[in-house]
């Protein structure tokens, strides 16, 4: 995948020098992949990311347009950790099916597959945008953008955030949209018919409800107003429809 890059973490502080900055518990490496995401103190997104383990390292598999920020954010929290930050040359790959020995099952979502980093080629044709659509699951920089938040964007459904590791940054906002409030928008996977450029704002009865982003197959992902959603929604040309 030409579009990600693979960042890699390595020193003897590399796992508690994360698990003190991202959103997801870092020790669960032991078992595969971990979802997780970098956020402001504020508690909103600044990129999200895969943690891969290796022997002697943290690998982080990130989209290529954040991998620069992203590893100028770490470096910037590094202070005296004994931890490097470099990137690599390494090229992810996937695919479906049963998970190959040495490659790692996405923790996302059962119907993403596997993701492999030892320069194994992985399937070619799949449609990956149609199952994003279909379990409503984010990409970096469509619908997941600065002014995301963990829980509007499904990260408690992803296994991309953790309630119980302890303090991380942005971790106040995040366990209080939790616990203190009910979620009134976020993102949800909608039906439509007709087309309409992503980003394109939602409206009912004149009045915005949200925005659209990746469609496929009549279904796309959209970002709601849920107090305000239902009958009669339309984004451009385009009717939308939600059941709720």
């Given at each position: ?64 347009d954040l991998a620069r920020s992203l590893a100028q954010r ?20 996937r695919g479906l099916g049963e998970v190959p020995e040495g490659?790692?099952?996405d923790p996302r979502h059962a119907e993403l597959g596997w ?130």
């Amino acid at each position: 995948m030409t579009d990600r890059t693979v960042l890699k973490v390595s020193g003897n502080d590399r796992e508690s020098f994360l698990q003190g900055l991202v959103s997801n518990d870092v020790k669960g490496l032991k078992d595969g992949l971990v979802y997780a995401a970098l956020l402001t103190p504020q508690g909103k997104y600044l990129a999200d990311f895969l943690l891969v383990p290796t022997e002697d390292a943290i690998l982080i598999d990130v989209a290529t347009d954040l991998a620069r920020s992203l590893a100028q954010r770490l470096t910037m929290y590094k202070l005296r950790a004994d931890v490097a930050i470099e990137a690599t040359d390494i090229v992810p790959t996937r695919g479906l099916g049963e998970v190959p020995e040495g490659a790692f099952a996405d923790p996302r979502h059962a119907e993403l597959g596997w993701r492999a980093y030892d320069g194994r080629d992985g399937d070619t044709g799949v449609d990956w945008n149609a199952i994003r659509v279909a379990h409503c699951i984010p990409e970096t920089g469509v619908e997941l953008t600065g002014d995301s938040y963990l829980l509007e964007a499904g990260f408690e459904r992803l296994n991309g955030v953790d309630f119980r590791k302890g303090c991380y940054v942005g971790q106040e906002v995040t366990a209080r949209m939790k616990h203190k409030t009910e979620l009134k928008k976020g993102l949800a996977t909608v039906s439509v018919e007709g087309e309409a450029p992503v980003g394109t704002a939602i409206t009912r009865d004149g009045k915005p409800v949200g925005t659209l982003f990746t469609q496929s197959s009549g279904q796309a992902i959209a970002y709601l107003r849920f107090d305000r959603a239902g009958p009669g929604m339309q984004a451009g040309d385009a009717v939308v429809s939600w059941e709720g």
